[in-house]
C-alpha cells in the first residue's frame, strides 16, 4: 500500500515537474502563486480525483489550489462548482450545506476577479443562486440582467429562460411592474431572434427556436402582457425614433404575440405597421396592414391594402384568396355589392374558385330579396342565386357537396308553373334581376 502511494505522489510530482518545463517556455506563463511546484502537485492531484468523479477526495487539494494559486487555471472554476455540488448535496446539516454554498457563490466572483468573463460567470452565478437560495431570487435576477446586458446576443440560452421566469415570479410578488416584464421581454425575444437568424439549420437552431416559444408562452400567460403596458412603453419609443426599422418590429412581434385584440387594434399597432411596409413593402405586410384596419372598422383604409397586397401579389391563386377573404370581411359586414365585386375579382384570378361563386350565393341570397318590386322579383332572385351554385360545383368539385345542399335549399323557393303564369312569364325564357345585381338568368319552377 505505501509503496502504491510513493508511486503516486511520484507521478504527480513528475507531471508537475512538466507542467512547469511547458510552463517557462510559455509566453503567458500560469502565475502559480509564491510555493510553484506546490500548487502545480495540487492541481495534479485535484484534477485526477475530478476525472475519477471523486469529488469527496478531490476537495482538499482544490481548495488549497483556490486559496494559494487562483491564478494558476481556469480549470479551478471550472471544477470547483461541480466539486462543491457533491458538498452542498451531501451536507451533514443546514448550517454546513449554507457555508459550502458561500463558497460555491465565491468562485464565481474570484473566478472573474482572475480571468474575466463576466456576462458569461455573473450568468452561471445566477443559475446557482435560483437552485440553493431561490429565496434571494432578487439577486439572481440582477446577475441575470448584468450578465445578458453584458452578452447581448451571446447570452446564454439558461440565463435567457430562467430571467424571463424569475421576472414573472418577481412581478406576481409586486417587485416588478409589468412593464418591467415587458421590457424584459422584448429584450430577451430579440436576442433570441438575432440568435435564430445566425444558426444554420439543425439542431442548435431547433433548441434556439424552441427556446423562444417557451419563453414567448411564459410571456403570453403571465398576466403582465397587458395592452396598456405595452403602449406605455412603447408608445413614445416610436415617436421619437419613426426610422428605427428595428424597433419598430420588435414592438410589432410583441404586439403579436399577446394575441390581444386590444393589442391588435391599436393605434400603436396599425402605425408600427405601416411604418414597416414604408421601408419594407411586401404583399404579405400589405395584408396584414389590411386585417388591421378591417379590425379597426376602418374598411376604407383596409380596401386600400387588400388592393395593395393583390396588386404585389405574384401567386394568382394566392392573389384569389386574398380577394376572397376580403369578400368574406364585406358579407359579414353586409355590403353585399362589395363582397360580390371582390368575390368577382377572385374567380378572375382563379376560375376554378367554386368558394367564391358560393359567396356571390350567399350575397345575392341575402342581399337581393329587395331587388324589385314585384311578386316575381321576390322568387327571381333564387334563380341568380342557383346560377353561382351550378357554376361553384362545375368549377370546384371540392365544394360540390355544399353547393348541392344549397341548391336543394333555394330551389325549394322557385316558384310553380300557376304562379308563372300569373306573373307573365314562362318557363325557359330569360329573365334580368335589377338593382345592384342586375343579372340575367332564365325562368324556372319547383314543379
Known amino acids: 500500500m505505501k509503496t502504491k502511494v510513493l508511486k503516486m505522489r511520484l507521478m504527480l510530482t513528475l507531471v508537475a515537474m512538466l507542467i512547469a518545463s511547458v510552463a517557462l517556455n510559455a509566453q503567458n506563463a500560469p502565475d502559480y502563486g509564491e510555493d510553484e511546484q506546490t500548487c502545480m502537485v495540487q492541481l495534479s492531484t485535484y484534477t485526477e480525483f475530478f476525472k475519477q ?4 477526495d478531490a476537495y482538499t487539494a482544490w481548495r488549497w489550489c483556490y486559496d494559494n494559486c487562483p491564478a494558476s487555471t481556469k480549470n479551478i472554476y471550472i471544477h ?12 451533514e446539516n443546514d448550517e454546513v ?52 446586458d453584458l452578452l447581448g446576443a451571446g447570452a446564454e440560452a439558461s440565463v435567457l429562460g430562467y430571467f424571463t421566469n424569475v421576472s414573472i415570479v418577481l412581478f406576481n410578488d ?17 436576442i433570441i431572434d438575432e440568435q435564430v437568424a445566425a444558426l444554420e439549420d439543425g439542431a442548435r437552431k431547433d433548441r434556439a427556436v424552441e427556446l423562444g416559444q417557451k419563453i414567448e408562452d411564459m410571456f403570453v400567460n403571465s398576466g403582465a402582457a397587458d395592452c396598456n403596458a405595452i403602449i406605455k412603453i412603447f408608445d413614445p419609443q416610436f415617436d421619437a425614433n419613426p426610422d428605427d ?40 405586410a400589405a395584408h396584414k396592414i389590411a386585417k388591421i384596419f378591417y379590425l379597426k372598422e376602418n374598411y376604407d383604409k383596409a380596401e ?24 368574406s370581411l364585406y ?22 374558385n ?94
Not at 468523479?53 to 469527496?56: C, P, Q, T
Not at 470547483?80 to 452542498?88: A, K, N, R, S
Not at 409586486?174 to 430579440?190: H, Q
Open 97 to 148: 450545506k449554507e457555508r459550502y454554498i458561500d463558497t460555491l457563490l465565491m468562485i464565481y466572483d474570484q473566478r472573474i476577479e482572475y480571468f474575466g468573463e463576466e456576462g458569461r460567470v455573473k450568468g452561471r452565478k445566477g443559475n446557482d443562486i435560483l437552485r440553493y437560495r431561490a429565496e434571494d431570487m432578487q439577486a439572481a435576477y440582477d446577475l441575470y440582467k448584468e450578465s445578458i
Open 53 to 56: 468523479e471523486n469529488y469527496k
Open 304 to 327: 386600400t391594402y387588400y388592393q395593395l397586397a393583390a396588386k404585389m401579389q405574384e401567386d394568382e391563386s394566392m392573389k384569389a384568396d386574398l380577394y376572397y377573404e376580403f369578400a
Open 245 to 284: 426599422l428595428a424597433l419598430h418590429k420588435k414592438i410589432a412581434n410583441i404586439i403579436e404575440k399577446t394575441r390581444s385584440q386590444e393589442c391588435l387594434t391599436s393605434d400603436l399597432y396599425a402605425k408600427v405597421s405601416e411604418a414597416i411596409y414604408e421601408k419594407e413593402s411586401s404583399a404579405e
Open 174 to 190: 409586486e417587485v416588478l411592474t409589468e412593464e418591467n416584464v415587458v421590457e424584459n421581454y422584448a429584450l430577451v425575444a430579440s
Open 354 to 447: 367554386g368558394k367564391a361563386h358560393i359567396l356571390v350565393a350567399r350575397a345575392y341570397a341575402r342581399g337581393g330579396t329587395g331587388c324589385g318590386d314585384g311578386e316575381i322579383d321576390k322568387v327571381a332572385i333564387y334563380w341568380v342565386v342557383v346560377d353561382q351554385l351550378i357554376k361553384a360545383r362545375n368549377a370546384d368539385p371540392s365544394v360540390a357537396e355544399e353547393a348541392n345542399t344549397m341548391i336543394r335549399r333555394y330551389t325549394a323557393y322557385f316558384p310553380t308553373k300557376e304562379k308563372l303564369f300569373w306573373y307573365n312569364v314562362f318557363e325557359g325564357q330569360s329573365y334580368t334581376v335589377g338593382c345592384w345585381i342586375n343579372e340575367t338568368t332564365t325562368v324556372r319552377c319547383v314543379d
Open 80 to 91: 470547483g462548482p461541480t466539486i462543491l455540488d457533491y458538498f452542498v448535496v451531501n451536507a
Open 331 to 352: 358579407l359579414n359586414q353586409r355590403q353585399y355589392a362589395k363582397a360580390r365585386d371582390y368575390a368577382r375579382r377572385a374567380i378572375a384570378a382563379n376560375p376554378s
